[in-house]
């Protein structure tokens, strides 16, 4: 049973920094694609950033590029999400995902994700 665990949320003034951790057990990622989504209240889950560390490849929402940088530690089975210049309209639940089946073609959609983890809240305030 895979699980993923978030952890580094907390409040923040604008422009300042978080760095998101996510722990996968139950099953090494080295081959999956590894997502973050957000949440902001009264809107739908949005797409954030992807990595699969298997041909080092990331992609990133228009409104964070620039801004967040999305790695990970095969090693540590962990992903993070290292977030910068943080804005007010950055606040929201962040979600960790993994697609096992590795297609990268489909990182972007919420859909093609197997596994979530439980959220971690990010308030920025201005």
């Known amino acids: 049973q895979v699980q993923l665990v978030e952890s580094g949320g907390g409040l923040v003034q604008a422009g300042g920094s978080l760095r998101l951790s996510c722990a996968a057990s139950?099953?090494?990622?080295?081959?999956?694609?590894m997502g973050w989504f957000r949440q902001a209240p009264g809107k739908e889950r949005e797409f954030v950033a992807a990595i699969r560390l298997s041909g080092h490849s990331t992609s990133y929402a228009d409104s964070v590029k620039g801004r967040f940088t999305i790695s990970g530690e095969n090693a540590k089975n962990t992903v993070f999400l290292q977030m910068n210049s943080l804005k007010p309209e950055d606040t929201a639940v962040y979600y960790c995902?993994?697609?096992?089946?590795?297609?990268?073609?489909?990182?972007?959609?919420?859909?093609?994700?197997?596994?979530w983890g439980q959220g971690t809240q990010v308030t920025v305030s201005s």
């Open positions: 139950g099953r090494t990622f080295d081959s999956a694609v």
């Open positions: 995902a993994a697609d096992y089946s590795g297609h990268w073609y489909y990182a972007t959609y919420e859909r093609a994700y197997h596994y």
